[in-house]
Each structure stands twice: as structure tokens, then as C-alpha cells.
């Protein structure tokens, strides 16, 4: 083994070997992402940025798909698609067949959420509140937009109306009128997520984790494999590497301990 070495080390020279470590450190750098989500929106130019701040802290690709361009794209090359809270003139070229996470008040019977009907709205002049194991949970920061005219709101699926096999996973507040029904919804078979919290721009700290709960319900299985990617911006990592405790979803940092089998 010795005498192989030597050879290998004669035959290609240092110089090499420390070329081809170089190549590899910067292609490592540029597979920081191995799932991609396609978001489906009318307006490239005002996208959530609370969502891609989550779609960002799990590491995911997002390419922004405008409403013009759906046709014309192959969604085999993503794996969760998420429709955000506008009309889409192209929607009936989204695939129904992919993990989709729908904040919309439009598809949820096009997606297979609801057998027919179509989404029922809540709106207050105070805070609104859903049901969680029992838990009441304020969704939004205001009552109103930031103009102060118009009340927020959230949607929810009519129980009458909602998919049977549907997994609850957050209700309208039982305090409101209203028909009580789904609010946050998993559909098993592909992994897609219902979460009619859709003015994300007024989103609480709670709700974001509702919506990351959501992502990683869609993401499922597809997102256990990744490449290897260093980023030294990332500010919760290990030298560049993101390392995520899968009982609290936090990511490792410098002052962690990784304890191996």
C-alpha cells in the first residue's frame, strides 16, 4: 500500500491532488440545494417574503413561476409546488398530482381539498385566533393591513364540504359563528398542504412555525436526501455545514455537540 501511494503521488504529482481538492471545495459551495419548489404567483415582483424565509432556513431551491410562463414549464423538475393567495389564470397546468402547499382561496377544490363548495373566510376587528391541540393561537401581528382599512382574514375548509380522508391539523376558533372546518389540512397521499393563513406579510412567530410545519409535511420524504454544501454566510451552521436536530428542527451551532454512534 505504501509503494502504491508513492507511485500515485509520482504519477500525479501534488500539485494536481491539491487542484482537483480546490474543484471540489467549490463545487460543494454550489450544492447548497437539492430540493427545488416551484412558486406559483401572477406577479414575479411581490412574493412572500416570509415564505421564502422559511423556504430558506430549510434549505430548499425556489424558482419563481409566473402566472404567463406555467404552460410552458415542466414541474416533474420540482418537488412541492406552492400556490400563494392570488387568481391564476394558468392553474389548470399545475399538475394535481404533486405535493402542493395552497394558501389560495381559489383552488382548494381543483387540488382536491374539498369535494365541491368552494373556501369560507373569517375576517374581525381584533385579533384572530384558530385552534390547535386545544390551543388557541393568534395568526396574524394587526387586525388590519397596513393601511388600516381593511380587516385581515383567513380561510378555511368547510366541514360539509372538505375532503374525508383530510388530516386536521389547525380549526376555526370554536368562539365564531361560523361553520366550523379546517384551517391547516394535510392530504397524505401527496404530501400536500392546505394553510389558509394566506396574508403571510402579517404572519406571527407562530404562524410561521405553522407554515415550516406545513413545508416540511410537503417535503416529506424527498427531503431526507441532500447534497453536502458549505455557505459560510449561514449564521446556524457548523463551519459552513447547516446540521438540523430532527425532534426540535433547530439547526446546530458552533457551541453544539455532535455525538456519533
Known sequence: ?????????????????????????????????????????????????????????????????RDSEIPSIDFSDYEVIFVGDQWIRNIVSVPKNSSIILANNYYATHFGFLNRGTTSQISANGDLHILKNDEEIVVYNSPNDDK???????????????????????????????????????????????????????????????????????????GKIHDVGINQNFSESVEGIRIRDTQSLNFLDEKDTLLCD
Open 1 to 65: 500500500k505504501e509503494y502504491d501511494y508513492r507511485n500515485f503521488m509520482k504519477k500525479f504529482g501534488t500539485l494536481k491532488i491539491v487542484s482537483l481538492l480546490f474543484l471540489c471545495s467549490i463545487l460543494l459551495i454550489n450544492m447548497i440545494f437539492a430540493l427545488n419548489v416551484a412558486y406559483v404567483l401572477k406577479d414575479k415582483s411581490v412574493p412572500s417574503q416570509n415564505v421564502l424565509d422559511v423556504f430558506e432556513e430549510l434549505t430548499v431551491s425556489v424558482d419563481l413561476i
Open 148 to 222: 388600516g382599512k381593511s380587516h385581515l382574514s383567513f380561510y378555511y375548509l368547510p366541514e360539509k364540504y372538505k375532503l374525508s380522508s383530510l388530516e386536521t391539523i389547525a380549526t376555526t376558533h370554536i368562539g365564531y359563528d361560523e361553520e366550523l372546518g379546517d384551517v391547516i389540512a394535510y392530504k397524505n397521499d401527496l404530501h400536500s398542504c392546505y394553510f389558509g393563513i394566506a396574508q403571510s406579510d402579517y404572519w406571527t412567530e407562530e404562524t410561521k412555525d405553522l407554515f415550516k410545519d406545513c413545508a416540511l409535511f410537503a417535503i416529506g420524504e424527498k
